[in-house]
Protein backbone atom coordinates (compact mmCIF):
# COMPACT_ATOMS: atom_id res chain seq x y z
CA UNK A 1 0.00 0.00 0.00
CA UNK A 2 2.92 2.65 0.96
CA UNK A 3 4.36 1.46 -2.11
CA UNK A 4 1.39 2.05 -4.47
CA UNK A 5 0.98 5.93 -2.03
CA UNK A 6 4.17 6.94 -2.85
CA UNK A 7 4.05 5.49 -6.88
CA UNK A 8 0.99 8.50 -7.08
CA UNK A 9 2.86 10.91 -5.52
CA UNK A 10 5.46 10.59 -8.00
CA UNK A 11 4.69 13.64 -10.57
CA UNK A 12 4.27 12.33 -14.44
CA UNK A 13 6.49 12.87 -17.06
CA UNK A 14 3.86 14.70 -19.18
CA UNK A 15 3.40 16.56 -15.84
CA UNK A 16 7.04 17.89 -15.58
CA UNK A 17 7.85 17.85 -19.24
CA UNK A 18 4.70 21.17 -18.98
CA UNK A 19 5.88 22.58 -16.10
CA UNK A 20 9.42 22.46 -18.09
CA UNK A 21 8.13 23.85 -21.49
CA UNK A 22 5.32 27.06 -19.29
CA UNK A 23 8.68 28.18 -17.21
CA UNK A 24 11.15 28.09 -20.22
CA UNK A 25 8.21 30.04 -21.99
CA UNK A 26 8.08 32.35 -18.96
CA UNK A 27 11.54 33.49 -19.10
CA UNK A 28 11.76 33.71 -22.46
CA UNK A 29 8.82 36.53 -22.36
CA UNK A 30 10.64 37.95 -19.76
CA UNK A 31 13.82 38.08 -21.61
CA UNK A 32 12.09 39.51 -24.50
CA UNK A 33 10.27 41.55 -22.51
CA UNK A 34 14.07 43.25 -21.17
CA UNK A 35 15.06 43.31 -24.42
CA UNK A 36 12.64 45.47 -25.77
CA UNK A 37 12.48 47.55 -22.70
CA UNK A 38 16.61 48.67 -22.91
CA UNK A 39 17.13 48.56 -26.81
CA UNK A 40 15.97 52.14 -27.05
CA UNK A 41 18.62 52.97 -24.21
CA UNK A 42 20.60 50.88 -25.77
CA UNK A 43 20.46 52.14 -29.29
CA UNK A 44 20.86 55.87 -27.81
CA UNK A 45 24.37 55.03 -25.90
CA UNK A 46 25.83 53.43 -29.21
CA UNK A 47 24.80 56.65 -31.12
CA UNK A 48 26.16 58.88 -28.21
CA UNK A 49 29.13 57.32 -28.17
CA UNK A 50 29.31 57.14 -31.85
CA UNK A 51 28.96 61.05 -31.96
CA UNK A 52 31.53 61.79 -29.79
CA UNK A 53 34.00 59.65 -31.32
CA UNK A 54 33.10 61.77 -34.84
CA UNK A 55 34.54 64.82 -33.11
CA UNK A 56 37.14 62.98 -31.11
CA UNK A 57 38.66 62.09 -34.84
CA UNK A 58 38.02 65.16 -36.29
CA UNK A 59 39.21 67.89 -34.24
CA UNK A 60 38.05 70.99 -35.05
CA UNK A 61 34.39 69.45 -36.37
CA UNK A 62 31.34 70.71 -34.84
CA UNK A 63 28.78 69.14 -36.82
CA UNK A 64 28.63 66.17 -39.45
CA UNK A 65 26.85 64.92 -42.51
CA UNK A 66 25.72 61.41 -42.44
CA UNK A 67 26.96 59.80 -46.59
CA UNK A 68 25.78 56.85 -48.00
CA UNK A 69 27.13 54.93 -50.85
CA UNK A 70 25.24 56.41 -54.31
CA UNK A 71 27.06 54.24 -57.04
CA UNK A 72 31.09 55.37 -57.50
CA UNK A 73 30.07 58.32 -55.16
CA UNK A 74 28.29 59.43 -52.04
CA UNK A 75 24.96 60.93 -51.32
CA UNK A 76 23.34 62.27 -48.15
CA UNK A 77 21.25 59.82 -45.85
CA UNK A 78 17.80 60.90 -45.50
CA UNK A 79 15.70 59.22 -42.72
CA UNK A 80 16.89 55.61 -41.60
CA UNK A 81 19.19 53.34 -44.27
CA UNK A 82 20.73 49.88 -43.94
CA UNK A 83 23.60 50.89 -46.55
CA UNK A 84 27.07 51.36 -45.06
CA UNK A 85 27.64 55.01 -44.16
CA UNK A 86 30.45 57.42 -43.49
CA UNK A 87 30.30 60.88 -41.82
CA UNK A 88 31.47 64.24 -43.25
CA UNK A 89 32.69 66.50 -40.54
CA UNK A 90 32.43 70.50 -40.83
CA UNK A 91 33.91 73.26 -38.56
CA UNK A 92 32.00 76.13 -37.26
CA UNK A 93 31.80 78.03 -40.37
CA UNK A 94 30.18 74.74 -42.41
CA UNK A 95 33.60 74.13 -43.69
CA UNK A 96 34.39 70.52 -44.40
CA UNK A 97 37.40 68.89 -42.99
CA UNK A 98 37.62 65.22 -43.21
CA UNK A 99 35.34 62.37 -43.15
CA UNK A 100 35.08 59.33 -40.01
CA UNK A 101 35.17 56.05 -41.82
CA UNK A 102 33.54 52.81 -39.70
CA UNK A 103 35.38 49.50 -40.43
CA UNK A 104 35.90 46.40 -38.60
CA UNK A 105 37.55 42.86 -38.48
CA UNK A 106 38.45 40.15 -36.97
CA UNK A 107 41.55 40.46 -34.46
CA UNK A 108 43.08 38.30 -32.06
CA UNK A 109 39.92 37.09 -29.98
CA UNK A 110 36.90 38.86 -31.72
CA UNK A 111 35.78 41.85 -34.04
CA UNK A 112 37.67 45.06 -33.65
CA UNK A 113 35.33 47.79 -34.58
CA UNK A 114 37.07 51.32 -35.30
CA UNK A 115 36.60 54.45 -36.30
CA UNK A 116 39.51 56.96 -38.12
CA UNK A 117 39.35 60.47 -39.15
CA UNK A 118 40.37 61.17 -42.94
CA UNK A 119 41.87 64.42 -44.60
CA UNK A 120 41.00 64.02 -48.56
CA UNK A 121 43.27 66.83 -49.11
CA UNK A 122 46.33 66.11 -47.18
CA UNK A 123 45.58 62.45 -47.82
CA UNK A 124 46.60 61.50 -43.96
CA UNK A 125 44.90 59.53 -41.11
CA UNK A 126 43.75 62.11 -38.41
CA UNK A 127 42.63 60.32 -35.41
CA UNK A 128 41.43 56.75 -34.50
CA UNK A 129 38.73 55.81 -31.88
CA UNK A 130 38.12 51.86 -31.04
CA UNK A 131 34.72 51.66 -31.27
CA UNK A 132 34.49 47.92 -29.73
CA UNK A 133 36.72 45.46 -28.70
CA UNK A 134 37.03 42.33 -26.81
CA UNK A 135 40.87 41.77 -27.31
CA UNK A 136 42.97 40.20 -24.11
CA UNK A 137 42.66 42.51 -21.07
CA UNK A 138 46.09 43.67 -20.55
CA UNK A 139 47.65 43.30 -24.36
CA UNK A 140 45.15 43.61 -26.88
CA UNK A 141 43.23 46.55 -25.05
CA UNK A 142 46.46 48.19 -25.45
CA UNK A 143 44.92 49.39 -28.88
CA UNK A 144 43.14 51.84 -27.22
CA UNK A 145 44.79 52.12 -23.86
CA UNK A 146 48.04 53.02 -25.37
CA UNK A 147 48.32 56.65 -25.56
CA UNK A 148 51.30 56.36 -27.80
CA UNK A 149 49.95 53.75 -29.92
CA UNK A 150 46.90 55.79 -30.94
CA UNK A 151 48.55 59.03 -31.34
CA UNK A 152 50.35 57.88 -34.47
CA UNK A 153 46.85 58.10 -36.35
CA UNK A 154 46.83 61.03 -35.22
CA UNK A 155 48.98 62.68 -38.72
CA UNK A 156 49.54 59.73 -40.61
CA UNK A 157 50.15 60.01 -44.17
CA UNK A 158 48.03 57.35 -46.05
CA UNK A 159 48.90 58.14 -50.02
CA UNK A 160 50.86 55.13 -50.25
CA UNK A 161 48.64 52.60 -47.99
CA UNK A 162 49.48 52.28 -44.48
CA UNK A 163 52.39 49.83 -43.06
CA UNK A 164 52.43 47.73 -40.07
CA UNK A 165 55.83 47.57 -38.54
CA UNK A 166 57.73 46.29 -35.18
CA UNK A 167 59.25 48.70 -33.00
CA UNK A 168 62.90 49.46 -34.30
CA UNK A 169 61.89 49.31 -37.33
CA UNK A 170 59.98 52.27 -38.71
CA UNK A 171 61.59 54.54 -41.25
CA UNK A 172 58.51 55.85 -42.89
CA UNK A 173 56.27 58.92 -42.37
CA UNK A 174 53.29 56.06 -43.35
CA UNK A 175 54.37 53.44 -41.08
CA UNK A 176 52.69 52.32 -37.68
CA UNK A 177 54.59 50.63 -35.06
CA UNK A 178 52.66 47.59 -33.17
CA UNK A 179 52.23 46.82 -29.78
CA UNK A 180 55.03 44.25 -28.19
CA UNK A 181 52.44 41.81 -26.77
CA UNK A 182 49.35 42.73 -29.09
CA UNK A 183 51.24 42.82 -32.37
CA UNK A 184 47.71 40.97 -34.14
CA UNK A 185 45.50 43.28 -32.63
CA UNK A 186 47.32 46.17 -33.12
CA UNK A 187 48.10 44.94 -37.27
CA UNK A 188 44.42 44.70 -37.49
CA UNK A 189 43.68 48.25 -36.72
CA UNK A 190 46.14 49.45 -39.89
CA UNK A 191 44.42 46.72 -41.82
CA UNK A 192 40.76 48.26 -40.78
CA UNK A 193 41.90 51.49 -42.34
CA UNK A 194 43.69 50.17 -45.33
CA UNK A 195 40.43 48.30 -46.12
CA UNK A 196 38.29 51.53 -45.19
CA UNK A 197 40.36 53.38 -47.15
CA UNK A 198 40.36 50.95 -50.00
CA UNK A 199 36.29 50.96 -49.71
CA UNK A 200 35.67 54.80 -49.58
CA UNK A 201 38.60 57.08 -50.83
CA UNK A 202 37.68 56.99 -54.41
CA UNK A 203 34.21 57.43 -53.42
CA UNK A 204 34.75 60.23 -51.61
CA UNK A 205 37.33 62.11 -54.21
CA UNK A 206 34.03 61.83 -56.03
CA UNK A 207 31.77 63.32 -54.17
CA UNK A 208 34.23 66.11 -53.46
CA UNK A 209 34.60 66.57 -57.27
CA UNK A 210 30.58 66.89 -57.70
CA UNK A 211 30.21 68.92 -55.09
CA UNK A 212 33.23 71.48 -56.25
CA UNK A 213 30.93 71.29 -59.45
CA UNK A 214 27.82 72.14 -58.07
CA UNK A 215 29.57 74.86 -56.15
CA UNK A 216 30.92 76.59 -59.17
CA UNK A 217 27.93 76.00 -61.59
CA UNK A 218 25.78 78.35 -58.58
CA UNK A 219 28.45 80.93 -58.62
CA UNK A 220 27.16 84.07 -60.45
Request: charged residues 20%; negative net charge; proline residues 4%.
Amino acid sequence: MDAQQHTEREPSAFRMIATLGVAGFLAGVILVSIFQWTKPMIDQHRADALEAAIFEVLEGAHTYTTLRVEGESLAIVEGETDQPTIYAGKDSTGTLIGFAIPNEATGYQDIISVLFGYDPVAKKVVGMEVLESKETPGLGDKIYKDDDFVAQFADLAVAQGIQAVKPGEKTAENQVITITGATISSATVVDIINNGLAEWQSRIDNYLAESETMAQNDTP
